[in-house]
Each structure stands twice: as structure tokens, then as C-alpha cells.
């Protein structure tokens, strides 16, 4: 007999329901949420209890992993079309949840979710400590900002992060009071601006051993956070079957809601890894507006600009980024510059 296990699941324990090809609910229990327990749960049951599935969260990866080495086949289900399917019913519980998931399992109407491996996690925290710390450091440059403002003192509107330390410090080193007030502050957002430096430093270590990394750091407006990022995002290229595929799982693509006569395009749908999708419109908006060597990209970009408008021309750009580094990435190609117009000479 076939089983299909279903597993809602919350950070401390989970409920699990095992339901039989006819959709009779056949165990249920709510446990601890350890890969042992589960396992363990399971096997009691019966050995033919070979995959589970549950709807993609926190715990994903450490279930994932867990289970697959005990020996079972791990489904996690795409978590808005489980909350869909689940939104049918009347009493929306964790027991009622696990039920529901077993049943989607059963019918076979779901999404699976690409699990990423955990050298790419271990990539996604290092580039998320770098920009938690940069972020922190931000806030403290403006809180120092606003308050010396109330005293008459305005500051560059750009201020390098390097240089911004002697800059302020400067500006109340003659106020006893003022220093004792401010001084904390500027230290501790020194100290940080430190660390951002080595976990800054790290990252380009890890970029600079990657020859993938290399390889898509030469699309002009592409640096090493950029490359990184998309690589950590992607984490196997095999699992898209089309380079055009990449830009809307990132959410770069318009949402469309088409019914009888009514046909609406609408605003990018802003789904996937929104860190990606920054990091591509980041790379886009500095090939479009800083970098000045010439490409067939940037020159469809700029024409795209003159008619659409610029925020518009970026996300197109980054579009086509998505696309051209999955496709550098799967054919180990080079970027290709194009061949640049012949200029006319007036007469």
C-alpha cells in the first residue's frame, strides 16, 4: 500500500498525519521537531513510509537534509500554493494542516521547491551578515547626522564610509558635553564599519578563488556581491530549463491576470529571492548610468531609456542580466560585447 505523509511545521514541534491511496487518515501525532523523532516516528508505523512532504519554510534545509539521510524521499511543496489549497478549509489548525498537505501529496497537484545545497546557505549568510552589518553602520551615520544637525552642523551630503569618522569627530571635538554624547556612537559605528570591511574582504577572497564568479564579474555593472549572490541564488543551473526562466523566478517579470475579456498586465511580481533581484537591479542601474565602456547591452538599455523611462529601462537590463549569467554560467561562455556601430561624420 502507498502512504503519503504530510507535515506541518512550526519551530518547535510539527504535526504529522499519514494518509493511505484512498485518503483515509491512517496516523497522526504531534512531535518534537527533531529528524530522530520524526524518523523514528515513521519507521514504527511502517517501512513502506518512504517520502514526506511538507510546505517550505525556516526548517526546510534541516528537515530536508535530515530526512533524506535517514532514507527518505523529502518533498517541500511551494508554501503560497499550500496556503491556498489549505485557505478551503473551515478550521484552519496545525492538525488540520498536515492532514491537508498529505492530501495534496496524494492528489499530486503541487509545486516542488528546489532545496539549495549548504555550501550555498553557508555563501547566503556570509553576504547577509555583510549587508546586516553595512545597514546597522547606515543607520548610526544618520542618527549622528540628525543630531548634529540640531546644532548647526550639516554634513556632505556624501560622506565616504572610510572617511566619515575624522570628518565628525571633528565637528564636536570642543563641546565636552557634545562629545561625551556623540563619541559612543561614532565608535561603536567604527567598529562596525570594521567588521563590514573583513566580512567585505572575505567575500572577495571567496570571489577571487571562483573562477565562475571570475567569469560573470566581466559583465560590465557586475561585481563580486552581484556574482556571488546569483550564484548562491541559482545554486544549480541544471534546475531551470530555459536562461529566460531565471528572470521570473527571481520575480522580474510582470504579473499578468487575464479572465474572459479583461487582460492586465501588471507590475513585476517581486517573487523569489528579493536579495537576487536587488542585487540585479543594483548591477543594471551601474552599467546603465556609471560604467562608460560601450556594449550592445547598454546601448539597447539606453534606447530603452529615452522611451520607457529609466527605472523601466533598469529592470528590463536586469532582466536580461538574469538571463545572461545563467546562460554564461551553463555554456561556460564569455560575455559578448557586441560589434559597436560605425560613427557618422557629418558631411
Not at 539521510?69 to 489549505?86: D, H, Y
Not at 538599455?301 to 549569467?325: F, P, S
Request: charged share 25%; hydrophobic share 40%.
Amino acid at each position: 500500500m502507498t502512504y503519503f505523509t504530510g507535515i506541518d511545521v512550526s519551530l518547535r514541534s510539527v504535526s504529522i498525519c499519514i494518509v493511505d491511496d484512498k485518503g483515509e487518515v491512517c496516523r497522526e501525532a504531534k512531535l518534537d521537531a527533531q529528524v530522530d523523532v520524526i524518523a523514528d516516528w515513521l519507521r514504527a508505523f511502517s517501512p513502506d513510509v518512504t517520502s514526506v512532504g511538507f510546505e517550505a519554510g525556516a526548517l526546510s534545509q534541516y528537515l530536508t537534509y535530515g530526512l533524506q539521510a535517514a532514507g527518505f524521499e523529502v518533498i517541500c511543496l511551494e508554501a503560497r500554493q499550500v496556503k491556498n489549497t489549505l485557505s478551503a478549509m473551515r478550521n484552519k489548525t496545525d492538525r488540520n494542516d498536515a492532514r491537508g498537505i498529505a492530501k495534496i501529496l496524494r492528489t499530486g497537484w503541487y509545486s516542488r521547491v528546489h532545496i539549495k545545497s549548504l555550501h550555498s546557505h553557508r555563501v547566503r549568510a556570509l553576504l547577509a551578515s555583510r549587508k546586516a552589518i553595512l545597514k546597522k553602520c547606515v543607520d548610526l551615520e544618520n542618527e549622528l547626522r540628525g543630531l548634529l544637525r540640531v546644532f548647526g552642523t550639516r554634513l556632505a551630503s556624501r560622506v565616504g564610509h572610510g572617511a566619515f569618522d575624522a570628518e565628525v569627530r571633528e565637528t564636536f571635538a570642543h563641546d565636552e558635553m557634545l562629545s561625551c554624547a556623540l563619541t559612543p556612537l561614532l565608535d561603536a559605528r567604527t567598529m562596525l564599519y570594521k567588521t563590514y570591511l573583513k566580512l567585505d574582504n572575505a567575500i572577495k577572497a571567496l570571489v577571487k578563488a571562483d573562477p565562475l564568479c571570475t567569469r560573470l564579474m566581466t559583465i560590465p555593472g557586475v561585481g563580486p556581491v552581484t556574482a556571488l549572490t546569483f550564484k548562491a541564488g541559482v545554486d544549480d543551473p541544471a534546475r531551470f530549463k530555459s536562461s529566460r526562466n531565471v528572470a521570473a523566478h527571481f520575480g522580474l517579470t510582470p504579473k499578468r491576470y487575464q479572465s474572459g475579456e479583461v487582460d492586465n498586465p501588471g507590475h513585476i511580481s517581486r517573487a523569489g529571492d528579493a536579495d537576487v533581484r536587488s542585487a540585479l537591479y543594483i548591477a543594471a542601474h551601474s552599467l546603465l548610468t556609471r560604467n562608460a565602456q560601450w556594449s550592445s547591452l547598454k546601448a539597447w538599455g539606453m534606447r530603452l531609456a529615452k522611451t520607457r523611462g529609466h527605472r523601466r529601462a533598469v529592470i528590463a537590463v536586469a532582466r536580461k542580466l538574469a538571463v545572461i549569467l545563467h546562460r554564461m554560467w551553463v555554456d561556460e561562455s564569455d560575455f559578448r560585447w557586441g560589434r559597436q556601430p560605425p560613427e557618422v561624420t557629418a558631411a
